[in-house]
């Protein structure tokens, strides 16, 4: 009988994308994916720290898991990986069979073979990979892909649990990357998404030269230069790496898309300073205001109006009201088209974890709110600029009775008014005609 796998991915895009180099190792090794759980032999967890929340529901799923096996014969293996803390492992190191690191992914064939007796005695001579992000993954998002380019961070930000679960910053060669991203334009991929904690600041080696370092914006040209009709765009960037050549490159280089993830995490000076981001407001503003004039200058139709989002942390240790007001007037400011807003959530290791978490719940839930409806505001401003105009729209998938994709500009659209023989347009560019918008995204009908 053959083996099942099944993995539970929580976490950023940066988990996902490990998920995807998980699964394609496992089915080297004759593993088959299941979509249920219950019929799995081998569970894999790719777990999450950022915010404590995360953390709760690893915890809770394990014991569900360690129910559901005790109740019948079967006995699943768990296998846990990704952004785990030394506590946890410590305490989940009983109730799963194997933590493994998502670094050292080449070795795992020999380790599962530890605790699956059908592996044993079999040789994995195809496993010679010097680094994880070698392994050519199952890519499960076409036609939109992820591709990292760098894994860890320096930053420290000081509520951030990121550079003690995932370690330093480590670039990928850059020939890797586009050698990865030919492939999948080759494969009919259409959106490319960079991946990194903080990819503005990337320094790839170019194997050819050995003492050339390639850098971010110069790895993006050279990934816009490639052949093929495809959109590329990246996540994260930080504030104070953003250079105003990556800026110019951005605006001039046609596949890059018309948006900017750009987390601020506070509209206060001395809140920033405490988090230790190294950015002042008056620095991050500007940014926004530069980006926003480049692309006004140089894009033409709606790619003119970059689509601008951020993540935002409420009741930080210490966060007045006064200091929470800034971040109010900042989003009034800025009008961003989206933002991802987190109450703060103490994590183990970090520095902030010494200061009081004296923000209550309930002031960070007032905190929350107040920010989601000025965001409401803002991004249905900004996405009413597209009623009864005709976009270009990436189909990405296919749901019931609709059709969903994106606009250059990352904005989802649905799609109303398709019939079925239109369903094989997944992974093409098509045309739509925006007929109604909400803050949170808008429907059209395909113009033909
Ligand atoms: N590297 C990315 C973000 C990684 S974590 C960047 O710098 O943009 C994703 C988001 O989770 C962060 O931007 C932050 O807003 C949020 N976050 C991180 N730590 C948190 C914590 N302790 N409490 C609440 N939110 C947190
Ligand atoms: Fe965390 Fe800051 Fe690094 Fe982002 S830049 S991963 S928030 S430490
Ligand atoms: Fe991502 Fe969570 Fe790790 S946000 S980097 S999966 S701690």
């Not at 020999?110 to 990979?129: A, D, G, M």
Request: with cysteine; net charge positive.
């Amino acid at each position: 009988m053959s083996m099942k796998y099944h993995i539970i991915t929580y976490g950023c895009q940066m988990n996902r994308s490990d998920s995807e180099r998980i699964a394609a190792v496992l089915e080297k090794i004759g593993y088959s994916p299941t979509l249920d759980k219950d019929k799995a032999d081998l569970i894999v967890i790719n777990v999450c720290s950022v915010r404590q929340s995360a953390v709760d529901r690893v915890y809770g799923q394990i014991s569900n898991i360690k129910n559901k096996n005790l109740k019948k014969i079967k006995n699943q293996k768990i296998v846990l990986t990704g952004c785990i803390l030394p506590k946890d492992k410590e305490n989940l190191k009983n109730k799963t069979d194997l933590i493994l690191d998502i670094d050292q992914l080449m070795s795992w064939p020999q380790i599962l073979s530890k605790i699956e007796t059908k592996l044993k005695n079999k040789q994995f001579k195809n496993f010679k990979f010097k680094n994880y992000l070698n392994i050519f993954p199952k890519f499960s998002t076409f036609p939109i892909a992820y591709v990292p380019i760098m894994t860890g961070c320096n930053n420290f930000c000081s509520y951030c649990v990121v550079p003690y679960t995932r370690g330093r910053e480590i670039s990928r060669p850059a020939e890797e990357i586009i050698c990865e991203v030919k492939e999948l334009i080759k494969r009919g991929y259409k959106m490319i998404i960079l991946l990194g904690q903080n990819v503005n600041s990337y320094q790839g080696k170019l194997k050819t030269q050995k003492e050339k370092i390639i850098r971010f914006p110069k790895l993006v040209k050279m990934i816009n230069d490639l052949d093929g009709n495809f959109w590329l765009t990246f996540i994260s960037n930080h504030p104070k790496d953003l250079s105003d050549k990556l800026i110019e490159t951005m605006a001039r280089c046609e596949k890059v898309m018309s948006y900017l993830h750009l987390p601020v995490q506070a509209g206060d000076d001395e809140i920033l300073r405490r988090m230790n981001r190294n950015y002042t407001i008056t620095h991050y503003k500007n940014l926004i205001k530069k980006i926003r004039l480049k692309f006004f200058a140089i894009r033409k139709g709606i790619e003119k109006n970059i689509n601008i989002s951020t993540d935002i942390i409420v009741g930080f240790p210490g966060e007045t009201k006064k200091q929470f007001l800034n971040t109010t007037k900042l989003m009034k400011e800025v009008k961003f088209d989206m933002a991802y807003i987190a109450k703060y959530s103490p994590r183990p290791a970090t520095s902030a974890a010494k200061l009081k978490d004296d923000v209550s719940q309930e002031e960070k839930e007032r905190r929350w709110k107040i920010l989601a409806k000025i965001l409401e505001k803002t991004a249905l401003e900004k996405n009413k600029k597209y009623l009864n105009k005709i976009v270009e729209v990436l189909i990405e998938s296919k749901k019931d009775n609709s059709l969903f994709g994106r606009t250059k500009t990352f904005k989802q659209v649905k799609v109303s008014n398709f019939q079925s023989q239109d369903s094989d347009l997944i992974g093409k560019f098509v045309k739509v005609k925006i007929k109604k918008v909400t803050p949170w995204g808008m429907e059209g009908e395909l113009f033909y």
